[in-house]
């Protein structure tokens, strides 16, 4: 080992509960890195049984089989490099989120997550108990290496607490999921710690989606004072061995290596919704989607994705009019499916509609045709996708936007019905943003095809769920991009109503608004997961009762 220590990166991507393939991962980069010449083997936190795997990590059975691959795993990496891996460890009647580090046959030091997140999307102190704060791993005629577990760095008190015990790198394994703007936010704090503790630091993260969550990858290595080594890319596995080298004053700096691009906001946030959309599905048993596609913004969006993140072959469209769907919707499905490449199917539902209108006839009787009438198109849609989703196997994709899930401009068990929904953390003014971005950019992992996928029209018309003669979402719905700066206050920032109406916005609007989002809350609950992107996505980081009587009185 000498004057220089390899360290070797696994940013890979986990599949939860499936133990044995993760192992099996893990065994193929040892073999790898140990031809490689590496001296320590990092791997992500929790990556022995994926992240997050909820309340599966509580079964007595499953924490059984993760200490049993791990103790597999050791005698099967012998005569090599290190190992860290991170899982689930029972000590007694506590749980810890811990990582392993493997040599020599066994397990020669375990850490125990010091600071459990239990907000937004984490929930670790129902699962976990903390850690005593862990000192270095040392490595022979090598460095004394901390390992603060994701959390653990967020905060001065672990990565301190380990070097002033020893440690002279410090190593963090994450499984940190991906947000809008939090790659900033990772770096700034981890460069807190280089800059504490005049220590190098390197930074791993998983890839891949589980879901809800996606994970984005985008490990960095910051050497003394804090600046930038190495960068892996986003949302890519990858392996990277990192050279460190002995300093004169006795410490270690890591040699500067490749530094991936960093890829601006609508990229990641594209990247992130294909990425998450592709494991989901394959994570799934599926291989193969479907979706309405009716010529509107919000569906052709959900096709550019599906197609990027399986393929055209892999996607089908299908148009299912009524009386009231417009020519030019015909004719932008019809030319957006060309585009993506994808097959599209139309199946009437005049005929269907009208069957189910006639069987409630006598009960309806006497009554004005309303709402009802309306959604029992968009259920008679549902209910004909999700027969195709059944014969043909493949999974149903819903299109619904956070402006509509938030507002309950959706029909249950109607266009709500799917299995996954890649927009659902895209307010509606960022659908066409991202539309009109995706048709000015293409990158190599996007399997679609480039230039103009979704047409210019489907991007400008006014948007409309086209359910009765003339519609137009504004009929029912302020302008969106007066709704959404009024949601992204109310349900991403806990505003109240005064806050809006401070803000500028029409307090009779603002009430408006705040009721539909309140009374919304069962559909909301009965919606497909879709992937999180923002501070505040419509699940684990906004848990509301689904019966609530409680309004702002303002």
């Known amino acids: 080992m000498g004057e220089t220590f390899r360290l070797t990166l696994a940013q890979l991507n ?15 980069v040892f073999h790898d890195a140990r031809a490689a010449g590496s001296d320590f083997i990092v791997l992500p936190e929790m990556f022995l049984i994926g992240y997050q795997a909820q309340d599966l990590v509580l079964r007595p059975a499953f924490q059984r089989d993760a200490a049993a691959a791990l103790a597999q795993l050791a005698r099967d990496t012998d005569g090599g490099p290190a190992l860290g891996i991170g899982l689930p460890w029972r000590e007694g009647d506590e749980l810890f989120n811990a990582y392993a580090i493997l040599s020599g046959g066994k397990v020669q030091a375990m850490v125990r997550k010091h600071e459990l997140p239990n907000y937004g999307v984490f929930d670790e102190r129902r699962y976990f108990a903390a850690g005593p704060i862990s000192g270095p791993v040392a490595f022979e005629g090598g460095p004394r290496i901390g390992l603060p577990i994701c959390e653990d760095a967020w905060f001065p008190d672990v990565a301190e607490a380990m070097a002033e015990s020893g440690a ?37 993260n998983m890839v891949g989606g589980q879901d809800d969550q996606v994970f984005d990858g985008g490990s ?23 050279d460190f080298t002995r300093c004169e004053t006795g410490g270690w700096q890591p040699q500067r290596s490749t530094l991936a691009h960093v890829p601006d906001e609508h990229a990641l946030d594209y990247q992130a919704m294909t990425t998450a959309l592709r494991d989901y599905v394959r994570k799934s048993g599926f291989s193969r989607v479907l979706l309405g596609l009716s010529g509107g913004i919000d569906s052709a969006l959900v096709a550019a994705i599906a197609v990027d993140a399986l393929g055209a072959e892999n996607v089908r469209g299908v148009m299912l009019p009524s009386r009231y769907t417009s020519d030019h919707s015909l004719e932008d499905a019809e030319v957006c499916a060309r585009a993506l490449g994808i097959k599209l199917d139309t199946v ?22 309303d709402l009802t009438e309306e959604n029992i198109q968009s259920r008679m849609r549902g209910l004909l996708l999700m027969a195709q989703s059944n014969k043909f196997g493949e999974m149903l994709l819903t299109t619904g936007n956070k402006s509509e899930m938030c507002v309950g401009y959706a029909t249950i068990y109607g266009d709500m019905n799917g299995g996954y929904n890649p927009i659902k953390d895209l307010y509606k003014t960022r659908v066409f943003a991202v539309a009109a971005w995706r048709n000015a950019n293409h990158f190599d992992w996007m399997a679609g095809p480039a230039g103009e996928v979704i047409p210019t029209r489907i991007i400008t018309k006014p948007p409309s769920a086209e359910l009765r003669a003339d519609q137009k979402d504004e009929d029912s719905l302020p302008p969106y991009p007066v709704l959404d700066a009024i949601l992204d206050l109310m349900v991403d920032r806990d505003a109240s109503v005064a ?22 809350e069962y559909k909301r609950f009965q919606s497909a997961p879709g992937v999180k992107l923002s501070r505040r996505a419509l699940w684990l980081d906004r848990r509301y009762p689904i019966v609530n009587r409680w309004r702002d009185k303002a």
């Open 348 to 369: 009437e539902i005049a005929g269907p509609v009208a069957a189910a209108e006639a069987a409630l006839a006598p009960l309806f009787s006497g009554h004005d045709a």
């Open 14 to 28: 986990p599949v939860v509960g499936d133990i044995e393939a993760n192992a099996a991962r893990a065994r193929r």
């Open 220 to 242: 960095f290595v910051l050497g003394h004072g804090g600046g930038l080594a190495a960068q892996l890319p986003f949302f890519t596995e990858t392996v990277s061995h990192i």
């Open 499 to 520: 806050d809006c109406v401070a803000a500028g916005y029409n307090r009779e609007t603002v009430k408006r608004v705040e009721h539909l989002v309140a009374i919304s």
């Open 168 to 204: 002279e790198i410090l190593v963090v394994p994450n499984g940190s999921p991906y947000s809008r703007g939090k790659y900033d936010v990772r770096v700034q704090r981890m460069v807190s710690r280089v800059t504490e503790n005049d220590l190098p630091l390197v930074y791993l």
